[in-house]
C-alpha cells in the first residue's frame, strides 16, 4: 500500500469528541516521510534515490506502508466523513425545526 509523501495524516476534525482517548482510531507515530517541513530535503536527488533504492517509497514518490497502516487510516477518514455528515444532519434538523417556528409564528 503506498501514500503520498507529505500527505497530511491527521486532518482536523468538526468537533472536539472523546470516542478515542487512546488514539486507536487512528495511531499518533511519527512518520518523518509526511514530514512537511523535511519536503525540500527529501526532494534532493541523491536523497530520493536512496529512498527508494531502500524500499521507503515507490518510482513514483509515494511512501511504502503496511497493510495494516493503510486499513487504519481508511478507517480514521471513514470516522471523519461519518461525523462531518452526523453534523450536517443535526443542523439540517435544527434549521427545519426554525423554519417551522417561523411558519407557525406567521400563520398566527
Known amino acids: 500500500m503506498f501514500v503520498k ?6 486532518l482536523p476534525s468538526a468537533q472536539f469528541h472523546l470516542e478515542d482517548p487512546c488514539c486507536r482510531l487512528l495511531r ?4 518523518c ?3 512537511p517541513h523535511l519536503q525540500a530535503y527529501y526532494n534532493r536527488k541523491d536523497t530520493l534515490q536512496s529512498l527508494k533504492s531502500k524500499g521507503f517509497i515507490t ?12 486499513n487504519e487510516s ?21 434549521l427545519q425545526q426554525e423554519l417551522a417556528e417561523l411558519r407557525n409564528l406567521t400563520q398566527d
Open 59 to 70: 518510482s513514483s514518490g509515494k511512501v511504502v506502508c503496511s497493510l495494516k497502516e493503510f
Open 33 to 35: 516521510l509526511h514530514d
Open 5 to 10: 509523501r507529505q500527505k497530511k495524516l491527521h
Open 74 to 94: 481508511r478507517q480514521y477518514l471513514t470516522t471523519l466523513k461519518l461525523e462531518a455528515e452526523k453534523i450536517r444532519r443535526q443542523e439540517e434538523e435544527k
Open 28 to 31: 499518533t507515530e511519527y512518520n
